[in-house]
C-alpha cells in the first residue's frame, strides 16, 4: 500500500473522530435534552461537513491514484462518491458517532478490500403475493423461499445506514414481514469506477431480443421451477363433471410486484425501495370488536401441512429434472424457449395468457407444414389420453383454444365465447406437457446415447408411429420404454 494513500486516510479518520467524538461527547452531557436531538439529522449534516474538507479530498485524490488503472478508471467525481459511500455503507460513521469508534487500522485493511474486490454478491428478495405457507424456510439448493421477521429485513436492508445517509432506500419492514420471498444470492463483477457508461450496448441498439419477464434473470430462473406446480386459488379447488360449471372455474397463481435486490459493494450507492403501494392488501378486522385494526396481506392459496409438503415434493424433484437437461440445452436449447414463454404466460392475463401457453405448446410439439393444428392435437392427445375416449376429449379442447388462439393473432371476430376455464385448460395443456418432456428428456439423457444428443426432429418422431415402430425409434433413446408410452401417469404430476 502507497504511503500517501496510508497518511491520508489516517488524516481523514483523524479529523472524523475529532468532530463526530466531540460532538458525541458534548451531547451526552445535555442528559434529557439529547431527547430532541434528530440523530440522522445531526449525523448527517456533520458528514456532509467533513466531506467538503481538505482531508477528505486528499484522500480520494490518493485513493484514486492507487488504485485507479487495468480495472477501475480515473473519473474524479465516481471516485468521490465511492469513497463517501464506504464510510457511510461500512459504518464507521455511525459507529464512532454512537462512542464505538472501530479500529483505525480495521478501518484501513477493509476500505483497501473493498477498492481490491472484483466480485461482488447480489441477495435477490422477490415476495410472493396471494400464497401461504405452512412452513417458515424452505430450502431448495439453488433458491429458498423463506418468510423474514422484520428486524431480520432491516438487517439484510441496512435501514440502520439507510435511514440516515439513503433515505430513498429505506424500507417499511413492517409492510414485508408477512411476506414469503423468493431468496436466492450470486456473484457478479464488481462494478468499475470511473469510466463513462452508456446505458445500452451501441452494438446492439438495432438488435430486438426476446424477453420473456421483466424480473433479473436469476429470478426468471428459479421461476422456471416454481410456476410449474399446480396452483390454484382455494376457491377453484375441486373438479366437477357440469361442463359449463367447470367453463367457470379459472385459475389462480402467486403474483411478485417487484424485486429487491442489495449488494455488498460498500463502494456503490444502495437501490431505491420500491412502491409498498403496489403490494395487494385486504382490511384485518379484529375478530372480537369487528373493528378495522389495518391491512394485511391478500391470502388466495393457503397451503397447509399437506400442500406445503406437496409443494416442496414437487419442486425438489423437477428442480432435479431441470438440473439434470442443464448440459443438454447448452447443446440443444430445446426447453429454453418454451420454458421462457411458460413463464410469460404465468404473469400475464386474458386472452394473451392463452396465447402464450398455446405458444409453449407449439414450441414442443409444433413442426412446420400442412396439417399443424392436427398434428399438434394428436401429439397433445396422445401423450395426455390413456386411452381413445381421453384422446378424443383432448383432441377437441385443444382445437377449440388453438381456434381462439388463431382468431387473437389473426384478427378474426371470435365465434364463441371465452371463460376462465378455457385459460386454465390452456395451462394445464402446456403444464403437462411440459413436465412430461422434462421426464422425457431425462430418460433420453440417462439412454444408451449419451455422447450423441438426438435431435428435436428424432425426439418427436415416436410420437407419430405405430406402437412397433414406436420401440424400435426409442431403442436408442431409452433403455427401458415406460409402459404405455407416451402416455406415462407419472410423467404428467
Not at 461537513?49 to 486528499?58: D, G, I, K, S, V
Not at 414469503?180 to 457508461?197: C, D, N, R
Not at 425438489?316 to 431441470?322: M, R
Not at 392475463?349 to 392463452?354: C, R
Request: aromatic share 12%; charged share 30%; net charge negative.
Amino acid at each position: 500500500m502507497p504511503d500517501d494513500l496510508e497518511q491520508a486516510f489516517h488524516r481523514y479518520i483523524y479529523a472524523v473522530q475529532s468532530k463526530l467524538q466531540k460532538r458525541s461527547e458534548e451531547v451526552r452531557t445535555k442528559g434529557t435534552l439529547r431527547l430532541h436531538v434528530n440523530e440522522a439529522m445531526e449525523l448527517r449534516t456533520l458528514v456532509d461537513e467533513l466531506e467538503n474538507e481538505a482531508e477528505f479530498h486528499q484522500l480520494v485524490a490518493e485513493t484514486r491514484s492507487s488504485f485507479s488503472g487495468d480495472y477501475h478508471g480515473k473519473n474524479e467525481s465516481a471516485w468521490q462518491q465511492a469513497v463517501k459511500n464506504f464510510f457511510r455503507r461500512s459504518e464507521y460513521y455511525s459507529d464512532l458517532f454512537k462512542n464505538k469508534p472501530p479500529s483505525a487500522d480495521t478501518a484501513l485493511q477493509n476500505y483497501c478490500e473493498a477498492l481490491q474486490k472484483r466480485e461482488i454478491r447480489i441477495t435477490y428478495l422477490a415476495p410472493m403475493e396471494f400464497v401461504q405457507f405452512a412452513e417458515q424456510s424452505m430450502d431448495f439448493g439453488a433458491f429458498q423461499i423463506r418468510r423474514f421477521s422484520a428486524n431480520e429485513l432491516r438487517g439484510i436492508f441496512r435501514n440502520k445506514v439507510n435511514e440516515v445517509f439513503y433515505p430513498w432506500a429505506d424500507i417499511d419492514v413492517e409492510q414485508l414481514k408477512d411476506y414469503w420471498f423468493v431468496y436466492l444470492t450470486e456473484l457478479a463483477p464488481t462494478p468499475k469506477l470511473g469510466w463513462v457508461y452508456l446505458p445500452f450496448d451501441l452494438s446492439q441498439l438495432d438488435r430486438v431480443s426476446i424477453e420473456y419477464t421483466r424480473y433479473p434473470k436469476a429470478i426468471e430462473s428459479t421461476l422456471q421451477h416454481l410456476t410449474l406446480f399446480d396452483w390454484q386459488a382455494d376457491w377453484w379447488k375441486g373438479l366437477s363433471t357440469d361442463k359449463e360449471e367447470e367453463l367457470e372455474k379459472g385459475w389462480r397463481g402467486f403474483r411478485i410486484p417487484f424485486v429487491l435486490m442489495i449488494d455488498d459493494n460498500l463502494l456503490d450507492s444502495p437501490r431505491a425501495a420500491p412502491d409498498l403501494l403496489r403490494l395487494s392488501k385486504e382490511p384485518f378486522v379484529d375478530a372480537l370488536t369487528g373493528e378495522e385494526i389495518g391491512e394485511s396481506p391478500m391470502i388466495y392459496i393457503h397451503l397447509k401441512n399437506d400442500g406445503t409438503d406437496s409443494f416442496k415434493a414437487f419442486i425438489q424433484h423437477t428442480g432435479n429434472l431441470l438440473e439434470n437437461l442443464r448440459a443438454m440445452e447448452n447443446e440443444r436449447p430445446f426447453l429454453k424457449i418454451p420454458l421462457g414463454y411458460f413463464v410469460k404466460a404465468f404473469f400475464t392475463k386474458g386472452l394473451e395468457q392463452l396465447l402464450w401457453h398455446i405458444t409453449v405448446l407449439e414450441a414442443l410439439l409444433g413442426e412446420k407444414g400442412k396439417g399443424v393444428t392436427k398434428r399438434l392435437a394428436r401429439r397433445v392427445a396422445y401423450i395426455l389420453g390413456k386411452d381413445e375416449d381421453e384422446r378424443k376429449a383432448i383432441r377437441e379442447q385443444f382445437e377449440e383454444l388453438y381456434d381462439f388462439r388463431c382468431n387473437l393473432v389473426h384478427g378474426n371476430p371470435f365465434q364463441e365465447q371465452t371463460y376462465v376455464g378455457h385459460l386454465r385448460n390452456a395451462r394445464n395443456l402446456a403444464r403437462r406437457i411440459l413436465l412430461w418432456f422434462l421426464h422425457y428428456l431425462n430418460e433420453i439423457q440417462a439412454g444408451p446415447s449419451k455422447e450423441s444428443i438426438p435431435t428435436r426432429e428424432e425426439i418427436l418422431k415416436p410420437l407419430d408411429l405405430e406402437q412397433n415402430s414406436k420401440v424400435r425409434a426409442l431403442a436408442r433413446l431409452i433403455d427401458n420404454l415406460p409402459v404405455g408410452f407416451p402416455y406415462v401417469r407419472e410423467w404428467l404430476e
